[in-house]
């Protein structure tokens, strides 16, 4: 089966701390891995895209950053944190068969005090 | 410009009655995907369908239903019989074959949040 894990689940961290965030996906080669950020409101905001190892795709300009050292693997982060940093961020992917659907791993809820 | 609207912000409803979210959409494509997720109150995202632009044909799966119309770009989705492990966040969401890049980036609407009283 296709599986998304992310961690930390939660985090609470202090402004102008870094963050690094985790995405990694099994069962499937080379699919393309995406960072959403849902806030307050509850609307889906794509943050970065990505189709390959080192090709990394932003949407929206930020103080946050996002690499992809492996196949599956999918980082986000920041160098300072900012209280509108705070939110709920998803990882997803597409591929194996259909480019079109994605599919959400469980998110990690980011508290910035 | 490509838009999904949930004009529904939040419906409430008693176990057992039948309930609709709607969606309309809006694309400068002629080939696309739309989509139907739910996000309980866990808040992973849960993948419920993709119907594509060629394919008008309503979908039936247990108590979920979706119409499909392109005249009025309407992806409508119903539950019969609702149930209280129904509550959730719906969202409705387009992705467009030749705008949408080969990543296939998707766009939601702001998503309505259906509540299922027992």
């Known amino acids: 089966s296709q599986t998304i894990h992310q961690w930390p689940a939660t985090l609470v961290q202090p402004v102008g701390s870094p963050l690094s965030l985790e995405c990694t996906v099994e069962g499937t080669s080379n699919p393309n891995l995406y960072w959403y950020r849902q806030a307050a409101g509850r609307g889906l905001q794509l943050l970065f895209y990505s189709v390959g190892i080192g090709q990394i795709s932003s949407e929206v300009p930020q103080n946050l950053s996002a690499s992809r050292p492996q196949d599956r693997q999918f980082i986000l982060s920041s160098k300072k944190l900012l209280l509108s940093d705070s939110g709920f961020y998803l990882c997803a992917r597409s591929g194996g068969g259909s480019p079109y659907e994605q599919y959400f791993g469980p998110g990690t809820r980011l508290t910035v005090t | 410009a490509q838009k999904v609207t949930q004009a529904q912000t939040e419906i409430s409803v008693v176990e057992k009655e039948d309930v609709t979210l709607d969606c309309v959409y809006e694309?400068?494509?002629?080939?696309?995907?739309l989509f139907w997720y739910k996000q309980p109150p866990s808040g992973e995202l849960v993948f419920l369908i993709r119907?594509?632009?060629?394919?008008?044909q309503n979908e039936i799966s247990g108590r979920y239903s979706w119409n499909f119309q392109k005249s009025t770009s309407s992806f409508n989705f119903t539950i019969t019989a609702s149930q209280v492990v129904d509550s959730a966040v719906y969202f409705c969401a387009l992705s467009e074959k030749n705008y949408g890049g080969s990543q296939g980036n998707l766009i939601f609407g702001k998503g309505t949040k259906l509540s299922v009283k027992p």
């Open positions: 694309t400068r494509d002629t080939t696309y995907y």
């Open positions: 119907r594509n632009s060629f394919d008008e």
